[in-house]
Nanobody, 116 residues
């Protein structure tokens, strides 16, 4: 049974920073790609950042230069360092893990609120 455990969300003031993490366990397959998505109230879920096994990163235009995705393959963990946070970054953040089996799995979501 694959399990994804997210952590690191919370309340932060505009201009502040947070670091999200997501650890995957329970699969016999290796991980192909890891990504972060977010969903704000009343909006569709959107891709924030992604990193396949090649290491090439992909970011939404709205977070380029402020957010950094990274992976620790030995720990099956993906991180999202979020700097210079803005109120419009407020959302539930979800990690998505894709295995070489072709299956993908979502984390449970962690709330990020940017407010003064």
């Amino acid at each position: 049974q694959v399990q994804l455990v997210e952590s690191g969300g919370g309340l932060v003031q505009p201009g502040g920073s947070l670091r999200l993490s997501c650890t995957a366990s329970g699969s016999i397959f290796s991980i192909y790609a890891m990504a972060w998505h977010r969903q704000a109230p009343g909006k569709q879920r959107e891709l924030v950042a992604a990193m396949p096994s090649s290491g090439i990163t992909n970011y939404a235009n709205s977070v380029k230069g402020r957010f950094t995705i990274s992976r620790d393959n030995a720990k099956n963990t993906v991180y999202l360092q979020m700097n210079s946070l803005k109120p419009e970054d407020t959302a539930v953040y979800y990690c998505l893990v894709t295995y070489y089996s072709g299956r993908d799995y979502w984390g449970q979501g962690t709330q990020v609120t940017v407010s003064s």
